[in-house]
Nanobody
Framework: VQLQACGGGLVQAGGSLRLSCAAS????????MGWYRQAPGKERELVAR???????TYADSVKGRFTISRDIATNTVNLQMNSLKSEDTAVYYC???????????WGQGTQVTVSS
């Protein structure tokens, strides 16, 4: 397994969750790391990504609420999700991509459910 995600769960609206994704060293050091999500009946969408130099990008819908970070010591990318809303409910996928146009590696999804 090259990307191993964990941390999903059920939380009430306004609550917080932290997702983590452990990557192999070669993938982590060479790729943009990110999180995507897919809600029922919707297309998979970018949530946040972070470059090898630590520069983040966020979807407008999560700006100010979510924070992405990468831990070089553990080859892990984290997504801290605060002030969760029901519309954040989705399966979240960790991803690694060499450039922004194409995802090269997907992790298994982890379910995030926000109850209102």
């Amino acid at each position: 397994v090259q990307l191993q995600a964990c941390g999903g769960g059920l939380v009430q609206a306004g609550g917080s969750l932290r997702l983590s994704c452990a990557a192999s060293g070669s993938i982590f050091s060479r790729n943009i790391m990110g999180w995507y999500r897919q809600a029922p009946g919707k297309e998979r969408e970018l949530v946040a990504r972070i470059t090898t130099s630590g520069s983040p990008t966020y979807a407008d819908s999560v700006k100010g609420r979510f924070t992405i970070s990468r831990d070089i010591a553990t080859n892990t990318v984290n997504l801290q999700m605060n002030s969760l809303k029901s519309e954040d409910t989705a399966v979240y996928y960790c991803a690694a991509q060499f450039w922004v146009g194409k995802v090269d590696y997907w992790g298994q999804g982890t379910q995030v459910t926000v109850s209102s």
